[in-house]
């Protein structure tokens, strides 16, 4: 995955900077694995027979889903980029992979699909992380 957004990030006409490159690839990616892990995990718990103990952690990986499509999003436009804007969402989007990865852990012994979610929250959060920390 990181090899498509590598080359659109490398074939945008205003380019973008060579030492933030790679931790923006692997963070955009993380992005998009996340909100589809924890779409597919919150799909999952649905199916589950006890739903109604799993009410928090379907909440929490759809809002982190949402959050972490629109950080892929937001962070794949490269044109007139804002760090006010960015820097925010980024942060955003660490905080609701931590809270995510929490609850997901919390049922990681008896829902497989928890544990798959947990990690890639705990790889979007690290990505997320990385790149608010690479320079600007």
Known sequence: MTHHISAMLNSHPQGVDAARKESLAEC??????????????ADACLGEKMVADLA?????????????????????????TNTAITRPVLEA????????ADECEQHSDMHEHCRIC???????????TALLSAPA
């Open 28 to 41: 955009i990616a993380a992005c998009f694995e996340c909100s589809q892990a924890c779409t597919a995990c």
């Open 118 to 128: 947990a990690e890639a929250c705990r790889r979007c959060e690290a990505a997320c």
């Open 56 to 80: 928090a952690c379907i909440r929490t990986d759809l809002d982190c889903a949402d959050i972490c499509a629109a950080t892929g999003n937001i962070l794949t436009r490269q044109t007139a």
């Open 93 to 100: 989007c660490r905080a609701a992979c931590a809270v995510s």
